[in-house]
């Protein structure tokens, strides 16, 4: 195991009717917000009514702004910094899912910057003591909900970009499963895409002796297998809703990665999908994480094995390492087309050939060899066409 930092300060109020304190948890963050949210879902479900009761009853006054997008654009961004800025707003409260929460990291952030906000992301710029966030989560997705990171998408430039900021973290976040019960068949099983993707990020590493991290990330696997079919079959069943939802925050708030090397090379690859073709992201990971595996599956039998194993139960008697591998790579595309419903080609989406090559320069100029796990940018395109 590697050394490491181990930091979270988000605050989880986890479980029914945790949304009820949204007003005394944003009272001390600032009494005049910006209210963040997305759709008309958060809206017609009556959560948006509820959180702006639970605001007044604390004192806290709010602007509103709603409208934004899944893969969320830097347009939206400067509208809220904008806001922050002329109305002298001290917090931001989020209420939506990940994309909204994203977009209110860098609001935060952007409000204490002069120039643009894209040049926080294009420029991995971090302005000192952003204003304070605080989310009201509706979906099982990013794990946004603790860390620091966040994910913008720029039309003018066609990119989509991380970005991370250790004071970005929500002071707060309020998981209520019961939230996610309105959240549609397709977006569930996509959630499910993004939470198993974000572990396997972490999980395909050549540290040694890291039993606990693996141990974490191969049950937080599991456990959206079993749970997201569920949540998808019975949208009001909330054992299955509750463990997807914790699922998602364990997948992302530091600690299957502690100690460990990822290398988040299918996020960038998916980036380019998703920046180009505004596709979900569920959707783009979907399709390049299995085309990944098939690439990296032969480079390191031995990790494919043990995740086929302990993730998939696939008995590994009287076959060696990379034949065991192989049937776990059959088994996430199964899982994820069959079992989710998800595409798993490019050719599911309409994306045809024509700008792989293109895409995969990108993500290599973006990130170079040190930053892909030793890829090249052959290897990337092979993605990509493993893909179609």
């Not at 050394?3 to 944003?26: C, H, K, S, W």
């Not at 914790?246 to 299918?266: E, F, I, P, R, Y």
Request: with cysteine; aromatic share 8%.
């Amino acid at each position: 195991m590697n050394n490491f930092i181990y930091y979270n300060p988000t605050a989880i109020l986890f479980g029914r009717g945790q949304a009820d304190a949204v007003g005394e948890r944003m009272a001390p963050l600032g009494r005049n917000i910006l209210l963040l949210s997305g759709g008309a879902s958060a809206e017609r479900s009556g959560l948006l009514d509820r959180v702006r009761e639970k605001l007044r009853t604390a004192g806290v006054a709010y602007t509103e702004l709603p409208g934004v997008k899944p893969n969320p654009v830097i347009e939206k961004v400067r509208e809220g910094a904008a806001l922050c800025k002329s109305r002298r707003l001290d917090a931001v409260l989020s209420v939506g899912g990940g994309s909204v929460l994203d977009s209110a990291k860098v609001i935060a952030s952007a409000a204490r910057h002069e120039g643009d906000p894209w040049e926080l992301l294009a420029k991995k710029i971090k302005p000192a003591n952003p204003l304070p966030v605080g989310c009201v989560l509706t979906l099982a997705a990013t794990g946004s909900e603790a860390n620091g990171n966040a994910v913008i998408s720029n039309p003018a430039t066609a990119q989509k970009l991380a970005w991370y900021h250790p004071q970005a973290y929500p002071r707060f976040s309020i998981l209520d499963p019961e939230l996610t019960f309105t959240v549609p068949r397709e977006h569930t099983a996509y959630g499910a895409v993004d939470i198993m993707a974000h572990v396997f990020e972490q999980y395909f590493h050549d540290v040694q002796a890291t039993p606990l991290q693996d141990g974490v990330a191969e049950t937080v696997l599991r456990t959206v297998a079993a749970t997201a079919p569920i949540a998808m079959a019975r949208p009001d069943d909330y054992a299955s809703r509750a463990n997807l939802m914790w699922a998602s925050t364990l997948a992302l708030h530091g600690v299957v990665g502690a100690g460990v090397v990822g290398d988040w090379t299918c996020h960038m690859l998916e980036h380019e999908l998703s920046a180009k073709y505004d596709i979900a992201h569920g959707a783009g990971l979907a399709v390049v994480y299995p085309a990944w595996m098939e690439l990296m599956a032969p480079r390191k039998p031995a990790r494919f094995r043990q995740f086929a194993v302990n993730a998939w139960g696939i008995d590994p008697r009287g076959r060696d390492d990379l034949a065991v591998a192989r049937e776990g790579v059959a088994a996430t595309r199964s899982f994820f087309r069959d079992t989710l419903g998800v595409g798993v080609r490019l050719s599911d989406y309409g994306i045809a050939p024509d700008r792989l090559n293109e895409m995969a320069q990108a993500v290599y100029d973006l990130k170079g060899p040190t930053g892909l796990g030793g890829l090249t940018r052959e290897d990337l395109e092979r993605v990509y066409r493993g893909a179609l």
